[in-house]
């Protein structure tokens, strides 16, 4: 009976082995990395669809604030709308009456996401947002201290402040911008 011969013993014996250990190293960091860029990706996107509802919201606002001031020649109107602020609660903090009060309510209801019946709208809305009206001036188009007429209308602007908690949790973001209303 014979046996087979061994074969000689080699410097490569093993090799195979570690290369499949540092693929599998290499193939778990990149799984691990495209996991990572999801979640980031993730992140982003809620993070611009929250911009986007700001922006919205800023942009409803801007629109009440040009039907408030009409043609210029009265701001009593737009003034309403000076240190307005609203949230999540129920009650609006503003001096805002009749139209002006439903304009606010209704863009209460854009910052928070609800419908007209004042339920929650499935991926509308910001979390725990505030929006606030601040800063409105007025002055004649003419650059004159006159007081605004028919013949010189005012110019106004305002500033619009929209709030909420990012999706990252690192703390509160902020929509800011100062609009021109008027001539």
């Known amino acids: 009976m014979s046996h087979p011969m061994p074969l000689p013993l080699s410097d490569e014996q093993g090799f195979n082995l570690i290369e499949v250990m540092v693929a599998i190293a290499i193939f778990a960091f990149g799984i691990l990395a495209l996991a990572y860029l999801q979640l980031s990706i993730q992140k982003l996107d809620t993070n611009s669809q929250y911009i986007t509802t700001a922006n919205d919201a800023a942009n409803q606002m801007t629109g009440y604030l040009w039907t408030a001031l009409g043609n210029g020649s009265d ?14 609660a129920p009650t609006v903090s503003t001096i805002a009456t009749g139209a002006q009060l439903a304009n606010v309510q209704s863009w209460q209801r854009t910052i928070i996401g609800l419908n007209s019946n004042g339920q929650k709208l499935p991926d509308t809305g910001l979390p725990q947002a505030t929006g606030q009206v601040t800063g409105i001036t007025c002055s004649a ?20 402040t929209i709030q909420w908690q990012s999706r990252t949790g690192t703390g509160p973001e902020t929509y800011q911008i100062t609009v021109p209303v008027g001539f």
Request: glycine fraction near 2%.
């Open 141 to 160: 188009t003419d650059g004159s201290n006159s007081t605004c007429s028919t013949s010189e209308p005012c110019a106004c602007t305002a500033s619009i």
């Open 75 to 88: 701001t009593t109107n737009i003034m309403e709308y000076d240190n307005i602020q609203v949230s999540a």
